[in-house]
């Protein structure tokens, strides 16, 4: 076994502290990388505090993982020593079912493996994820990750990036189209980003006047401050697809009304409330209400290909992870522009 250092919380209710614990030793189609840098995602507060339900403790968040390869196995084809690799949020699923096979493994049929608080596929052993010092990963849920960018901006991409570059490609995103960005978070800002890539008009609507000079900055058109009546009602029925990536309770219907006929309001954010959606507000203009997940393995290369080929990351502030409990209460009061990275040298 791989003795590993970490940070992990023993329950709901203890901080994250350090802890030493095993990892599998290197299998025949494995990947050993140390990890470098690991992404703050608003879900791994969530877990750590139980706040979905059936956390498994303890518990080694992270899942935007990146770093360098030290050890590879004897029949691993696509990965050597010294490369720079990733894993994002799986490290297996069942490959079989219909979905795998298509490379859709985050709708794994049978129960995709996520990076921590999950189980193996032999549905015992449990997972540990990025807030540690090195990771064993099956070769199949290892990314290349180009050395043109950062390396540390990198890291969210592996779920801030992949969460709002999925439903934007599937949707067919693009030149011609008018993207609403619901709140300018993590996830937000690099819907903008890939938004504005793909040739889309980006609005960003937030609640916060003070972000329209970042909105701009990362390249959106126009800003609408959503408390404000008068400029809601200027982009009434205005918008193609609107990308949601609000996790705080908010009023869906509201957001319908800005969307024209045939429009799509995407879900990618996890309010911890259900939504609660009038019929009429989709029936009166034939509008659809969707959600998306993260993005298969191939489509999560295809999108770290696309950051390093257009040069496009996330803005980051890099923490020490013994500061880790004051980034997740800054990130609660949206105090970060615009994702945390833990520099793991600092464990």
């Not at 059936?54 to 390869?69: L, Q």
């Not at 960005?181 to 504005?196: D, I, P, R």
């Not at 298969?296 to 013994?322: F, N, R, W």
Request: proline residues 4%.
């Amino acid at each position: 076994m791989i003795q590993t250092k970490g940070y992990a919380v023993q329950d709901a209710k203890t901080d994250l502290a350090p802890w030493n614990f095993e990892r599998r030793e290197v299998g025949p189609h494995d990947v050993q990388f140390d990890i470098q840098f690991c992404g703050v995602c608003h879900s791994d507060l969530h877990q750590i505090k139980d706040d979905w339900g059936g956390s498994i403790f303890p518990m080694v968040p992270g899942h935007e993982i990146v770093g360098k390869v030290v050890k590879v196995g004897s029949h691993v084809k696509k990965f050597k020593v010294g490369d720079l690799a990733g894993t994002g949020c799986l490290v297996d699923s069942c490959r079989t079912c219909e979905n795998c096979q298509e490379g859709l493994e985050q709708f794994c049929v049978n129960g995709s493996t996520a990076t921590y608080n999950s189980l193996e596929q032999d549905h015992k052993t449990p997972t540990y994820g990025g807030y540690s010092n090195t990771i064993v990963v099956h070769e199949d849920f290892v990314l290349h990750v180009s050395d043109k960018l950062n390396l540390a901006a990198v890291a969210p991409l592996l779920c801030a990036g992949i969460t709002t570059y999925s439903p934007l490609k599937h949707w067919k995103v693009g030149k011609g189209h008018k993207l609403a960005v619901l709140g300018l978070g993590g996830l937000g800002h690099m819907a903008v980003k890939f938004g504005v890539a793909f040739g889309a008009e980006v609005t960003v609507l937030s609640t916060s006047p003070k972000k329209e000079v970042d909105a701009l900055k990362l390249g959106a058109h126009k800003f609408v401050v959503t408390k404000d009546a008068e400029q809601l009602k200027s982009v009434n029925g205005y918008f193609d697809f609107i990308l949601d990536t609000v996790s705080a309770p908010h009023d869906l219907n509201l957001y319908l009304s800005l969307l024209r006929r045939d429009g799509v309001h995407i879900c990618v954010g996890v309010p911890p409330t259900p939504y609660e959606v009038h019929a009429f507000s989709l029936i009166g203009g034939r509008k659809s209400l969707v959600g998306s997940l993260i993005g298969g393995l191939p489509e999560t290369q295809e999108m770290l290909d696309y950051c390093a080929e257009h040069g496009i990351v996330s803005e980051i502030e890099m923490i020490d992870i013994k500061n880790i409990h004051e980034a997740y209460d800054r990130m609660t009061k949206g105090d970060v522009r615009y994702r945390f990275v833990i520099d793991m040298a600092t464990l």
